[in-house]
C-alpha cells in the first residue's frame, strides 16, 4: 500500500482549480483500479485571486459580513479587457463541458476569504470528508449555478450540507471573522513560496504540479512514485515541477 499526501493550493473563484479538481479525481479512480489499497489524503490550501479588504486597506478590518460583490462579467471585463474576457468565458464554457462541467458565467463575484475561511473549519470539524463537500459546495454553486458564494446566506447553507453543525453554529462561526487571520497567513505564505498561479499540487512533498494538469500526467507520477518505493529510491529533496493550466 502507498500513501499519497497531495496538498493543494487553490481558490474557491479559480475555473482551472475546479476542473483540476475534476481531472485530479479522475486519475485517482483511475489509480486505485489497478492498486485499490493505496491510500491518497488531500489537503486544501488557500490562495487569493482578489485579495480582501483585509488585505488592501490601512484603516480598522471591516466585519466578515457582507462582503462586497460585483457582476462576474464586469469583473473579468476590468481584469482582462471586454473583448479578451468574452473570449476567455467561450473557451472556459467548451472545456468545462469537456470535463462533465457546466460552467456559467452570471452572478456576483467578491473575496473568497469567507468561504476559505468555512473550509478551514470543515477540516477541523470533519477532516477530509467535510473539507471536500465544502469545496465542491462552493464550486459548483459559483461555476454552475452562478450563486454570490460571498454571502452569509449561501455559505451557512454548504455548511449544513457538510454537516459542520446547526444553522445557529455556523452562523455564529462566520460572522465572528474567526480562524481569518489564520487563512491570510497561510495564503500569504503561498505568495511567499513563490506560488503565483492556482491550482498548485504538491505531492508527498516532493514532487510539485503547477495548473490543471491532465489526468495522465497525475497518473504517472503515482505509477513513479510506485516504481521508486519498490526500489527503495524514494527521492529525497525537491523533486521535478510540471506546469499547466492555471489562473493568475
Avoid at 196 to 211: A, K, L, Q, R, T
Amino acid at each position: 500500500m502507498t500513501n499519497y499526501n497531495i496538498t493543494i493550493t487553490s481558490d474557491i473563484v479559480c475555473p482551472w482549480c475546479y476542473i483540476g479538481h475534476t481531472r485530479l479525481s479522475r486519475a485517482i479512480t483511475d489509480h486505485k483500479k489497478s492498486y485499490p489499497d493505496d491510500k491518497f489524503n488531500l489537503k486544501y490550501l488557500p490562495f487569493y485571486l482578489q485579495p480582501p479588504p483585509q488585505l488592501t486597506s490601512t484603516g480598522p478590518a471591516p466585519p466578515a459580513f457582507p462582503a462586497p460583490s460585483k457582476p462576474r462579467r464586469q469583473m473579468y471585463a476590468e481584469k482582462f479587457g471586454p473583448e479578451r474576457a468574452k473570449q476567455i468565458e467561450a473557451m472556459m464554457s467548451q472545456t468545462s463541458k469537456g470535463e462533465g462541467l457546466n460552467f456559467k458565467f452570471g452572478g456576483n463575484t467578491g473575496p473568497s476569504r469567507n468561504g476559505h475561511r468555512l473550509v478551514k473549519w470543515a477540516q477541523g470539524k470533519g477532516g477530509e470528508d467535510s473539507q471536500n463537500q465544502v469545496m465542491l459546495g462552493l464550486w459548483r454553486r459559483y461555476f454552475e449555478q452562478e450563486v454570490d458564494i460571498t454571502t452569509l446566506e449561501t455559505l451557512v447553507e454548504i455548511g449544513l450540507e457538510a454537516n459542520l453543525g446547526t444553522k445557529e453554529e455556523i452562523t455564529e462561526y462566520l460572522t465572528s471573522g474567526k480562524d481569518g487571520e489564520v487563512v491570510d497567513k497561510v495564503a500569504d505564505e503561498a505568495h511567499m513560496k513563490g506560488i503565483s498561479g492556482v491550482p498548485f499540487y504538491e505531492i508527498n512533498d516532493m514532487w510539485e504540479v503547477s495548473g490543471a494538469q491532465d489526468p495522465l500526467a497525475f497518473k504517472k507520477l503515482f505509477s513513479r512514485w510506485k516504481e521508486l518505493e519498490a526500489k527503495g529510491q524514494v527521492p529525497a529533496g525537491n523533486g521535478a515541477t510540471t506546469t499547466g493550466d492555471s489562473c493568475l
